[in-house]
């Protein structure tokens, strides 16, 4: 399981947390944007707020961190994102 999780930063704190989990789904779902399979979404607030992001396939983990410029358009607004590899797994609880 390990290398299939994403850490997004850069995410709107001023949207309602599953409204950016919905735009991020959309976001790297799309293979335009290196996307694939998406496992799990998860927003955790912040201050700043940060996304976790598990794909199905460590694959497209890797494709997404190879693209350098993730940006997130929402209500007109575009949010430059940063997209690390996330070390920590989630346990099977934190689900």
Known sequence: MAG??????GLPAELPPDRVADKLTIHFLRSRNGGGDI???RVLPGPPPCGLITF???E??????????HVLAIGGMQ???EVTLH???LSPDEV
């Open 4 to 9: 299939r999780t994403v850490r997004v930063r």
């Open 39 to 41: 496992a799990e979404v």
């Open 56 to 58: 199905e396939a460590p």
């Open 60 to 69: 497209v983990a890797q494709r997404i961190l190879k693209l350098k410029d």
């Open 79 to 81: 949010y430059p994102l």
């Open 87 to 89: 070390t920590e797994e």
